[in-house]
């Protein structure tokens, strides 16, 4: 019975200096979106010579960012971080605006599925943006392959 106590001790001591950091990771993450402006500067982090307009989802988790080339790019908090990405043709799936959230679905297995919630007029519009978008994709590869 002596040889646990060790054991037993040196698991105590770990729990005690583990338990800070699991309460400390598990706090909730307050960190939103305050403005349009805001979120291209978090977007020209990932894509330094972007500019354009965004449209922040009305939790101020994620927004859709009209670039001055004409290319939407996506900035989405995940967990404790930032993820930007260019919105090509090939690369989503499918975009479905449905009850005030605008789903997106991607080719990549890397990215989970998006769902934002706009205000009625922005998400609609840029649903009725990226479906366009996915159909022109589709006829273009469509005639590509005749």
């Keep these: 019975m002596k040889e646990l106590l060790f054991p037993i001790g040196i698991n105590l001591v ?32 990932f894509f330094p010579d972007a500019e354009g307009r965004a449209s922040l989802t009305l939790d101020g ?14 900035l989405v908090r995940e967990g404790r971080r930032w993820k930007a990405r260019v919105l090509s043709a ?3 799936r499918a975009a479905r605006w449905h009850s ?22 922005a998400g609609s519009s840029w649903a009725q943006r990226l479906e366009a978008a996915l159909r022109a994709a589709r006829s273009s590869a469509e005639l590509g392959h005749a």
């Design 90 to 92: 090939r690369d989503v």
């Design 61 to 74: 988790r994620a927004a859709l960012i009209d670039t001055a080339l004409g290319e939407i790019g996506l």
């Design 14 to 45: 770990l729990g005690a200096l583990l338990l800070p950091l699991l309460l400390w990771k598990r706090r909730p993450d307050a960190q939103r979106l305050e403005s349009p402006e805001r979120a291209l500067e978090i977007y020209r982090r």
């Design 100 to 121: 005030g959230t605008l789903e997106l679905r991607f080719t990549d297995f890397g990215w989970a599925r998006a769902r934002l919630a706009f205000g009625e007029a």
